[in-house]
């Protein structure tokens, strides 16, 4: 089962260089970033069945890693 990527770059390719200075000098950014990325793993291992996880478990994390996209969105525009 392919799935698919959910890098902040790979979402918003228009903000590459934008993502990288932030990452590199603002550390809110950087957490946010970080805790985005350890989601995105957590349910890409769920996806392709390396971990299992109940299914509302599961949600929640895709729900959690939504919200940090949308507030990491915010800073990228701000």
Do not use: C, W
């Amino acid at each position: 089962m392919l799935t698919e990527k959910h890098t902040l770059v790979h979402e918003f390719p228009e903000f590459h260089d934008r993502i990288h200075e932030l990452k590199m000098n603002n550390a809110h950014f950087s957490k946010l970033l970080n805790e985005h990325d350890e989601l995105s793993r957590v349910i890409h291992r769920a996806e392709i069945e390396v971990e299992v996880h109940a299914d509302d478990y599961l949600e929640t994390l895709k729900k959690q890693r939504l919200a940090l996209k949308d507030e990491l969105f915010q800073i990228l525009h701000g």
